[in-house]
């Protein structure tokens, strides 16, 4: 099986929606994923990622099931600290390193739930229930997370399925952390997933009888689709206004 975790194109943070250049990105994206042999798709409620799933879904006949959890991880962390964007910065993900990087244990998988920055943000709680709910549908498809592989249920053990999810970078880079087993800061602030890009999550079956599974990144925040159309990639979401 394989889970595709794609970010939304371009956005228009103010209306929830696409700029000119998300809706050429989204219709390069769509060129591209219906090669991908999608069997199911499931989107964010938010509007941008809605429109970026639109082309790929008028091309394939699919349907996408809304999942309210896909919808961004909520910003709201204070963190004192100013940047060029924002009179304080709210996003867990773009805090200044000197504000996180020296917190103890902040790179530990399961000891940087407990550090002061996070305490009553929420941020811990919502956590847990995006990868609970990702468990849950991740075992709709067969695959049961136990924690460091997957167990296979019966009739899946040659799955050729592949899921798409379409969603944003803060919620992305949540379920590559989940996934890996690694800090959630640490992914935040070290992996960017551009818009319109594509994160391939290939389930690997080993042994004969294909029971065991481990999830690996195949590709992370790939935009091939955006180079062969032409199409720049784009810095949303980044401090620095140029991708080099």
């Not at 994160?199 to 065991?212: A, N, S, V």
């Not at 999830?215 to 689709?225: L, M, P, V, Y």
Request: charge should be negative; charged fraction near 20%.
């Amino acid at each position: 099986m394989r889970v595709l975790i794609i970010r939304h194109a371009e956005p228009y943070y103010p209306t929830d929606s696409l700029t000119e250049k998300g809706i050429r990105e989204a219709e390069l994206l769509s060129n591209r994923l219906v090669n991908e042999h999608i069997d199911y798709a499931y989107v964010s409620p938010h509007g941008r990622a809605k429109m970026t799933a639109e082309p790929t879904l008028k091309k394939t006949g699919l349907k996408a099931s809304e999942l309210e959890w896909l919808r961004e991880f909520p910003l709201g962390l204070k963190t004192g600290f100013h940047t060029k964007f924002n009179d304080d910065d709210h996003c867990a993900w773009n805090m200044p390193p000197e504000s996180w990087v020296n917190i103890p244990d902040i790179f530990d998988p399961v000891k940087w739930r407990n550090a002061d920055i996070y305490k009553g943000t929420g941020i811990v709680e919502r956590y847990d229930m995006v990868c609970s709910e990702f468990d849950k549908l991740i075992a709709s498809h067969g695959f049961i997370n136990t924690g460091h592989y997957f167990k296979v249920k019966d009739g899946y053990e040659d799955s050729r399925q592949t899921i798409a999810l379409f969603c944003h970078m803060g919620l992305g880079n949540l379920l590559l952390s989940h996934i890996l087993g690694v800090s959630l800061p640490a992914v935040w602030h070290t992996m960017f997933l551009p818009t319109s890009s594509v994160t391939t999550i290939f389930m690997e079956q080993h042994l004969e009888d294909g029971k065991i599974a481990k999830a690996r990144i195949f590709q992370a925040g790939d935009t091939s689709h955006l180079l062969a159309g032409g199409e720049p990639v784009s810095p949303s979401g980044l401090h620095s206004y140029t991708i080099y």
